[in-house]
Every structure is written in structure tokens, then in C-alpha cells.
């Protein structure tokens, strides 16, 4: 492979590289669009995540951030609809709710629930007694618990499908490392990689926690580091519990169809540290059943890491680079990507094609001069 032309080259080929390409290719049929990744890359963060979409249980003041995060959410039964069809590989997600247990959020409680009152997000108070009926496989000194309106999605099987959809809508998957570019001045001319240069007229930085690495060769430094979570799956029935339980420093999300309960995480400063350690998993496990108790007991099926990619902000950065006149960012989605993954496709998708309407400032490239 030496000189292939595209008119655009996303660089990642997790789920937010992926649906760029996917999105973008529905929504202008005549680009010719490759995406590029590192297929022996285990710590990317698409397949370790535990594939909560949770906006309400993950943020606590209604600010831009939060309405993107709520608008994803809404888009979700659509944008899973559509994978499918394309990709014919089944994705398995519900949209149940989560559960919060008061004994968790003791200081924050009262503010948790008038939050949800004054943003209107789909939510029901039960009673101690209502929690025995509804949740009885919870610990007794939970106290209230909070059913919230959101969803979850077994995100390994929708990367697996965004891949099989973009070969499918004819996206040129390339199974290649970027270690370089080709510039012209302030314009990119191609990626170097070990199958040889892929030339550009437009590319799109989407490579997580390893954005950073990449924007340096290009001379562009990205406050962006990866921090670190381990996780692990558990045996449990399917039946035992339809909700994402959210606790203090943990949560616990069924994956259902035989898979289990995926128990998380921890939030680690290590860099790319890929290291899965016994006593953490261990501490995960004791933590999650002091709310779930039967854990304590259930069978571990696996144990990993994963890498999210942080801004210092913790804000996405999506947007056009001021640096370079072909170059676009979309990368920082943090604890939520797989949740963002349908409105950042969007949001890129009209960005490239010129018809977005409002760009979020919060998110713009510009805050860090990129
Ligand atoms: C433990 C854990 C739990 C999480 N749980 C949730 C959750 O429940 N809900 C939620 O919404 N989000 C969750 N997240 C966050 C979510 O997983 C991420 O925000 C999202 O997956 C980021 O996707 P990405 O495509 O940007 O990055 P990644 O999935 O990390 O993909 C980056 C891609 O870039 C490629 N790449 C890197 N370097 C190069 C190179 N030099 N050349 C070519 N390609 C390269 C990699 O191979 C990879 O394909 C979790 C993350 C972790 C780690």
C-alpha cells in the first residue's frame, strides 16, 4: 500500500472514530473515508467500558455538557436501530434504569434529588419498603433508593458492529499504526504508517487517550491524559437484577444474554500503565457488595484496564484545529464516550459537512490555543 487518496482519514478506530465515519458516509454517500487503528491497542477504551448511558447518575448541574449527554441519550434506540440494520450484528441494550441508594450519596442525597426535580429527568423515589419489594437482592441499609430513566449497552458488541457497519458503508478499515505525518506548512498532507503513507484531504484526530502522543508529532500539545480503570465481569444470572446500580466509588452493570455484571472501576493517574492487579479487583468486588451482597460469592469470569481519555477540563474537545486547515479533533470523552458516541457523530458529521448550526464553545479545540 503506497499512495492511496482520501477524502477523509480518521485516525482511532474505537467507537468514537468509528461512528464519525459511519455517520458522515450516510450523511454524504460520495466521501471517500478511511479509518485508521492500532488492532493490538488492548487498553482502548471502547471495549473496557462498562456501557452506561448515564447522564443523570453521572452529572450533577445541568450544564452543556449535561445537555449533550442527555441529548445522546435520546438518541440512543434510534442510532442502535440503525447499526443494526447495517451491520446485522445484534448489540444488546436496555433501557431499565439505574438505581441509587441513598446510603451512598449520604452528604449529597437531598441535592441529588432536587436536581432531578428541577431538570425533569425521568426518575422515582422509593421508600425503604418499596425498595424490599421492588430490589430485595439489595443490602437492608441502603435506605431510599432512586430509579432513574437510562439505558445501558454491551459497548464491545456495538464497537464489533460499528467496525462491521463502516466496512459495510464502504469505509476503507485500515488496520494501521500512525507513528507520523506529512505536512505542508499548516496543511496535513498524509499519515505515515508501517503499511505506507495515507494521503488526506481532511483528517480527524479521534485516537482517545493516545491523542495526545499523536498531536505532539505534530507539534500541538493537548492537555489530554488517559486515566486508568480496572474492571471485571461477574457470574450472575440474568434475572437477578434489570438495573445499573450506581453506588459510592462503584457500580454494578448487568450485560445480560449469559455475559454477567460488570463491576467498576477504579480512576487511576498511571499513564499507559496496562497492569490489572488482584488486590484491586478484590477491593472492586467488596465495595460493589456492600450494596449487592451476593457478590461477595459470585464467580469472576474476567479482569482488565482501560484507558479514558481525559481533558484537564474533562470536557470532550471536538471541533476544527487552529493550527492546521485540515486537521479536526474529536477526542476527552472521558467516563462518558460510549454515551456521547450518537450526538458526537453528529455533532462531527454536520461540523464536516458545514451545516452545524451552533459549535459548543465548551468543547471547541480553541480553549487550549489547539
Ligand atoms: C474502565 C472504563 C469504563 C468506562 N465506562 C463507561 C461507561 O460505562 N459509559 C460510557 O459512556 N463511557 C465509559 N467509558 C468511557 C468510554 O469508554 C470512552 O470515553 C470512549 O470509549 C472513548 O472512545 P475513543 O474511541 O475516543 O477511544 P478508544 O476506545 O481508546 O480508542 C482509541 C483508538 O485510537 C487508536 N490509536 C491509538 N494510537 C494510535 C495510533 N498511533 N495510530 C492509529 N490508531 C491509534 C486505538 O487503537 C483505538 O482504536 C469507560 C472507560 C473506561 C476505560
Same mark, same amino acid.
Given at each position: 500500500?503506497?499512495?492511496?487518496?482520501?477524502?477523509?482519514?480518521?485516525?482511532?478506530?474505537?467507537?468514537?472514530?468509528?461512528?464519525?465515519?459511519?455517520?458522515?458516509?450516510?450523511?454524504?454517500?460520495?466521501?471517500?473515508?478511511?479509518?485508521?487503528?492500532?488492532?493490538?491497542?488492548? /487498553?482502548?477504551?471502547?471495549?473496557?467500558?462498562?456501557?452506561? /448511558?448515564?447522564?443523570?447518575?453521572?452529572?450533577?448541574?445541568?450544564?452543556?455538557?449535561?445537555?449533550?449527554?442527555?441529548?445522546? /441519550?435520546?438518541?440512543?434506540?434510534?442510532?442502535?436501530? $440503525?447499526?443494526?440494520?447495517?451491520?446485522?450484528?445484534?448489540?444488546?441494550?436496555?433501557?431499565?434504569?439505574?438505581?441509587?441508594?441513598?446510603?451512598?450519596?449520604?452528604?449529597?442525597?437531598? $441535592?441529588?434529588?432536587?436536581?432531578?426535580?428541577?431538570?425533569?429527568?425521568?426518575?422515582?423515589?422509593?421508600?425503604?419498603?418499596?425498595?424490599?419489594?421492588?430490589?430485595?437482592?439489595? *443490602?437492608?441499609?441502603?435506605?431510599?433508593?432512586?430509579?432513574?430513566?437510562?439505558?445501558?449497552?454491551?459497548?464491545?458488541?456495538?464497537?464489533?458492529?460499528?467496525?462491521?457497519?463502516?466496512?459495510?458503508?464502504?469505509?476503507?478499515? /485500515? $488496520?494501521?499504526?500512525?507513528?507520523?505525518?506529512?505536512?505542508?506548512?499548516?496543511?496535513?498532507?498524509?499519515?505515515?504508517?508501517?503499511?505506507?503513507?495515507?494521503?488526506?484531504?481532511?483528517?480527524?484526530?479521534?485516537?482517545?487517550?493516545?491523542?495526545?502522543?499523536?498531536?505532539?508529532?505534530?507539534?500541538?500539545?493537548?492537555?489530554?491524559?488517559?486515566?486508568?480503570?480496572?474492571?471485571?465481569?461477574?457470574?450472575?444470572?440474568?434475572?437477578?437484577?434489570?438495573?445499573?446500580?450506581?453506588?459510592?466509588?462503584?457500580?454494578?452493570?448487568?450485560?445480560?444474554?449469559?455475559?454477567?455484571?460488570?463491576?467498576?472501576?477504579?480512576?487511576?493517574?498511571?499513564?499507559?500503565?496496562?497492569?490489572?492487579?488482584?488486590?484491586?479487583?478484590?477491593?472492586?468486588?467488596?465495595?460493589? *457488595?456492600?450494596?449487592?451482597?451476593?457478590?461477595?460469592?459470585?464467580?469472576?469470569?474476567?479482569?482488565?484496564?482501560?484507558?479514558?481519555?481525559?481533558?484537564?477540563?474533562?470536557?470532550?474537545?471536538?471541533?476544527?484545529?487552529?493550527?492546521? $486547515?485540515?486537521?479536526?479533533?474529536?477526542?476527552?470523552?472521558?467516563?462518558?464516550?460510549?454515551?456521547?458516541?450518537?450526538?458526537?457523530?453528529?455533532?462531527?458529521?454536520?461540523?464536516?459537512?458545514?451545516?452545524?448550526?451552533?459549535?459548543?464553545?465548551?468543547?471547541?479545540?480553541?480553549?487550549?490555543?489547539?
Amino acid at each position: 500500500m503506497n499512495k492511496i487518496d482520501f477524502d477523509i482519514v480518521i485516525i482511532g478506530s474505537g467507537v468514537i472514530g468509528h461512528s464519525i465515519a459511519f455517520r458522515l458516509k450516510q450523511d454524504a454517500p460520495h466521501l471517500k473515508i478511511a479509518v485508521l487503528g492500532d488492532p493490538v491497542n488492548s /487498553l482502548q477504551a471502547s471495549r473496557a467500558a462498562a456501557g452506561m /448511558l448515564a447522564p443523570f447518575c453521572e452529572c450533577d448541574e445541568a450544564d452543556p455538557f449535561f445537555k449533550f449527554c442527555r441529548e445522546s /441519550l435520546t438518541k440512543y434506540p434510534e442510532f442502535l436501530k $440503525e447499526l443494526a440494520s447495517v451491520s446485522e450484528v445484534s448489540v444488546h441494550h436496555s433501557f431499565a434504569g439505574s438505581l441509587m441508594p441513598a446510603s451512598s450519596y449520604r452528604e449529597t442525597w437531598e $441535592e441529588r434529588k432536587a436536581f432531578f426535580a428541577r431538570e425533569d429527568i425521568p426518575h422515582e423515589v422509593w421508600s425503604s419498603e418499596k425498595v424490599r419489594q421492588k430490589a430485595p437482592y439489595l *443490602a437492608e441499609d441502603c435506605g431510599e433508593v432512586m430509579w432513574v430513566g437510562e439505558g445501558q449497552v454491551n459497548n464491545r458488541q456495538m464497537h464489533s458492529a460499528l467496525i462491521q457497519a463502516s466496512g459495510r458503508r464502504g469505509i476503507h478499515v /485500515l $488496520e494501521a499504526n500512525v507513528s507520523g505525518f506529512i505536512r505542508d506548512g499548516a496543511s496535513i498532507l498524509s499519515a505515515v504508517t508501517d503499511s505506507g503513507n495515507i494521503n488526506g484531504e481532511r483528517f480527524v484526530l479521534a485516537s482517545g487517550s493516545w491523542s495526545s502522543q499523536l498531536a505532539r508529532v505534530l507539534e500541538v500539545s493537548i492537555p489530554l491524559k488517559p486515566i486508568k480503570g480496572q474492571m471485571c465481569r461477574v457470574q450472575l444470572a440474568d434475572h437477578f437484577m434489570d438495573y445499573t446500580l450506581h453506588g459510592k466509588m462503584t457500580y454494578i452493570a448487568p450485560w445480560r444474554e449469559g455475559n454477567g455484571f460488570v463491576i467498576g472501576s477504579t480512576m487511576e493517574d498511571r499513564g499507559f500503565d496496562p497492569s490489572v492487579e488482584n488486590a484491586v479487583i478484590d477491593r472492586l468486588i467488596a465495595n460493589a *457488595a456492600e450494596i449487592l451482597p451476593c457478590l461477595k460469592t459470585a464467580p469472576l469470569i474476567e479482569s482488565w484496564a482501560g484507558l479514558r481519555p481525559a481533558a484537564e477540563d474533562l470536557m470532550p474537545i471536538m471541533g476544527k484545529s487552529g493550527r492546521y $486547515e485540515n486537521l479536526l479533533y474529536s477526542s476527552g470523552h472521558y467516563r462518558n464516550g460510549i454515551l456521547l458516541t450518537p450526538n458526537q457523530a453528529d455533532y462531527m458529521s454536520a461540523l464536516m459537512r458545514g451545516t452545524l448550526d451552533n459549535e459548543i464553545p465548551e468543547f471547541s479545540p480553541s480553549r487550549y490555543n489547539l
